[in-house]
């Protein structure tokens, strides 16, 4: 498909507006999918961290009981 100028290929021959819409929807979603997944991933790694941390602080008190 060729287009003689730019305002005919943002028009796409009348249907301009649901093909930029479509475009648009879908760009959205995926930017809210990408986000998403980084959100949890850093909340994710963030518990990991927290219990590794709990788990030592444990193990730390159970040998600071066993030396006394």
Do not use: H, P
């Not at 997944?37 to 040998?63: D, F, P, S």
Request: hydrophobic share 50%; aromatic share 14%.
């Amino acid at each position: 498909m060729a287009f003689n100028s730019w305002a005919d290929f943002f028009a796409m021959g009348g249907y301009g507006f649901y093909v930029w819409l479509a475009y648009g929807i879908s760009f959205l979603a995926l930017a809210v999918l990408i986000l998403n997944t980084l959100t949890k991933r850093k909340k994710i790694l963030k518990t990991v961290n927290q219990r590794i941390a709990r788990e030592e602080r444990i193990k730390k008190a159970k040998n600071r009981k066993g030396t006394l």
